[in-house]
């Protein structure tokens, strides 16, 4: 398994509440990822990083800000939840080592009430 | 710029059957291509990907892929399907060279009838 960890799993928050979803890697890999799942919609990129303190915009990237202060770690921030933002977010990293595979975390499951 | 499109949402075969999952792509220089597989309430594995080389690919679980570069195209098939198989499989594709950018299919849910 990719050493990827992402937290929390499971949260369930209020409209209009800020909320920090956390991924952290052990493989060193250069390049991480934030995608959300939805049904009929496949995966969508909301924004990578692809070095420290350097980031980008993905498809969907309204209503979300990233940071990445430390190659291991890559924060998604949901500056003020909205229901449309329900979803299942998925961490992935990727790196020459992996032979530009991309690996993806467990997921972490957020319902905006 | 690179786009998949995965023809049909949802595929029933029977347990023993063909599978066969179609995944198509565009690619403005040589792609790299990626089968993954999601169970329930799981994170995507992967099945198997296909760089350079042979065009015919063999991955986990019995599941094979050949680059057809002609048809622009990335099936997925395995030769008899296991219930074990119900899954949701997802094509992506990325640019060779180094390029971070990966973009995924909308996903074909496998159902597998006994």
């Known amino acids: 398994d990719a050493g990827i960890t992402q937290s929390p799993r499971h949260k369930v928050t209020e409209t209009g509440t800020p909320v920090t979803l956390r991924c952290h890697q052990t493989?060193?890999?250069?390049?991480m990822y934030w995608y959300r799942q939805d049904p009929g919609h496949g995966l969508r990129l909301i924004h990578y990083?692809?070095?420290?303190?350097?980031?980008d915009k993905g498809e969907v990237s309204d209503g979300y800000s990233v940071s990445r202060s430390k190659t291991e770690d890559f924060l998604l921030t949901l500056e003020s939840a909205t229901s449309s933002q329900t979803s299942v977010y998925f961490c992935?990293?990727?790196?020459?080592?992996?032979?530009?595979?991309?690996?993806f975390g467990e997921g972490s499951w957020l319902t905006v009430v | 710029a690179q786009s998949v499109t995965q023809l049909g949402s949802h595929v029933s075969v029977s347990e023993g059957a063909l599978v066969l999952l179609r995944c198509n792509y565009s690619?403005?220089?040589?792609?790299?291509l990626f089968w993954y597989v999601q169970y329930p309430n799981q994170g995507l594995q992967l099945l198997l990907k296909?760089?350079?080389?042979?065009?015919l690919v063999k991955g986990i679980n019995g599941f094979e892929a050949e680059f057809k570069k002609s048809e622009t195209s990335f099936h997925l098939t395995k030769p008899s399907a296991h219930m074990s198989d119900a899954a949701e499989y997802f094509c992506?594709?990325?640019?060779?060279?180094?390029?971070?950018?990966?973009?995924f299919g909308i996903g074909t849910k496998l159902q597998v009838i006994p």
């Open positions: 990083s692809y070095g420290v303190k350097d980031t």
């Open positions: 992935a990293i990727m790196g020459r080592e992996s032979g530009n595979t991309i690996y």
């Open positions: 690619s403005s220089v040589p792609p790299y």
């Open positions: 992506a594709v990325t640019l060779s060279g180094g390029y971070q950018k990966v973009t």
């Open positions: 493989e060193n890999h250069r390049y």
């Open positions: 296909y760089t350079t080389g042979a065009t």
